[in-house]
């Protein structure tokens, strides 16, 4: 079963930078979308960013302006790159992508395990 694997979580202060990466932990047929989900405590898992396979791009308005989310079509892998954090961001994050694989030839959404991302002075 492929695996998406993320890095770059941690502890920033309000106003500081982080940027995640994911990818899947294997050669995969195919990407059609990849995004970022994120979780707070207490609170539904929300979409932050979302890429398609046309490039076309869409982000939580909370984020707007502070948030880019790009992809490396090489290495099959996706970045948010979080700027201007504030501590309303912090919450563990979450990859998805909506992809097909050489297991399963057909098109299924895969989630990341998550990040933790705590912003705090």
């Known amino acids: 079963q492929v695996q998406l694997v993320e890095y770059g979580g941690g502890l920033v202060q309000p106003g500081g930078s982080l940027r995640l990466s994911c990818a899947p932990s294997?050669?995969?047929?195919?990407?059609?979308?990849m995004g970022w989900f994120r979780q707070a405590p207490g609170k539904e898992r929300e979409l932050v960013a979302r890429l398609t396979s046309g490039g076309h791009t869409n982000y939580a308005d909370s984020v707007k302006g502070r948030f880019t989310i790009s992809r490396d079509n090489a290495k099959n892998t996706v970045y948010l790159q979080m700027n201007s954090l504030k501590p309303d961001d912090t919450a563990v994050y979450y990859c998805n992508f909506r992809m097909i694989t050489y297991h399963n030839w057909r098109e299924d959404d895969y989630w990341g395990r998550g990040t933790q991302v705590t912003v705090s002075s």
């Open positions: 294997e050669s995969i047929y195919s990407i059609n979308a």
